[in-house]
């Protein structure tokens, strides 16, 4: 195992206090273990307070964050600087290098448990002779010099490493995107639908769905929607493929906003009862199946909102999660913040799930501000310009892109471990370093830095 070693047996105080104070000429510790800087120019009032001068190579840190990460060495090009007594600097014994010491601190987040070395009234702070009691192991120069090349070495392949691994990342979310591209287009079903050559027209399918809104209004259970606009040439960005029929979401899907007309929304008296109510915060990006809830309405409450049915598509209409998704796994009610597609059973739920999905990207690019977040209107989602495929066509092509997904999110999963593995082979070398656990090795002659007065 490694010698051990206490700080002050490797560390001696500099005070070689300077002639002039040159506020030009100042470091500063960055916190969370960034080093050294120099510290902008200010304008100090002019008082007792000494400055020291420090040297390249010198280890600092900050009496009141050390435990925050103010600590490191001292590069050449700050050479000459000043610090008060509040970033106290120390010469290094020959036997130890000043980034050893750095490394240290650093490994596991060490220093995050220095906070208990602390005291004082009102600002804590962590003296030299509280930082010099602190033990560490102290393995020849020349291991030290090994580990701490091991060490840059991981760092340098950790970073090309990860920066490819978010490189891939983003390669798969353009996969997803093109999947769902390929997917509105028929081109995921080509093959299938060569084989299939009675399919019921989508045509057919909007004829009936007309009909089926008809009577709904008719029946006093919805009002009547406004004609949609005319879907022009330029709204077509590829040709149909047989038996398919360009139509706008809101002739497919049938939005219905959500509820909760109380104001204010917290108030206490319409909550604590039988009905789930959920936020827009139960959504996601992937359109999640939402089976918890926080809250639930008494029946106070329940007056003044909607219970929307098991199976229904929210999509968040207002704030910073603007197209996120969800599908209700058992009926509850939700707010105006987010839309509601009600199953029935002339549509596919998965299928405008998918759709929605694919224009997520786009929603969010047709959102404008309102009381100062992003808002989108209920006729930007019905006017949404769509290629409908037959509604067998409709589940074939869900199937195909669960499966396509699901390959997807393996790989995303493949990514993640492989950015926890480069983690982990940084943790191993550290951990060989101060687990005491590494190879016997004789002490070096005892230490011991000279002090400059």
Known sequence: MFPIVKLNQVLSESKVEASTADTSTRIRVRLHAK????????????????????????????????????????????????????????????????????????????????????????????????????????????KQRKILDQVEFYKVSQKQLLSELTHQK?????????????????????????KKPDLEPASELLNRIAAEKAQLVKDKKIKAQKNLPSITAEEKPFQLPLGWEWCRL???????????????????????????????????????????????????GFKASKL??????????????????GVLGKDMCFPDSMVGVQPNKTTSQDYILLLLKYFRPYVLSLSYQMAGQPNIKLPTLNNLVLALPPLLEQEAIVTKVENLLDLCDQLETQITENQSHAEQLMQAVLKEAFSHNSAAEPAATAPKATAHA
């Open 35 to 142: 080093g050294v800087e120099k510290r902008p120019e200010m304008n100090d009032k002019a008082g007792a307070t000494k400055y020291y001068v420090r040297r390249a190579g010198q280890f600092v840190y900050g009496r009141q964050n050390l435990h925050k990460g103010a600590f490191g060495v001292i590069p050449p090009e700050l050479d000459g600087y000043q610090s008060s007594s509040d970033i106290p600097s120390f010469d290094v014994d020959e036997n130890c290098l000043p980034e050893w010491i750095d490394l240290f601190l650093k490994q596991g987040g060490y220093y995050l448990e220095l906070s208990k070395l602390a005291s004082g009234v009102g600002s804590q702070r962590i003296s030299p002779t509280k930082f010099l009691s602190l033990e560490m192991p102290l393995p020849s120069i020349k």
């Open 170 to 194: 983003t390669l798969l979310k353009k996969l997803r995107q093109q999947i769902l591209q390929e997917a509105i287009e028929g081109k995921l079903t080509a093959d299938w639908r060569a």
């Open 250 to 300: 809101g002739e497919y899907a049938r939005f219905e906003r959500g509820r909760f007309s109380i104001r204010p929304r917290n108030d206490p008296t319409c909550f604590g009862g039988e009905y789930p109510f959920i936020q827009i915060g139960s959504l996601d990006s992937i359109g999640t199946i939402v089976t918890d809830y926080k809250q639930t309405l008494n029946e106070k």
């Open 308 to 325: 929307f049915l098991m199976g229904t598509i929210m999509v968040a209409i207002v704030g910073g999660t603007i197209g996120n998704l």
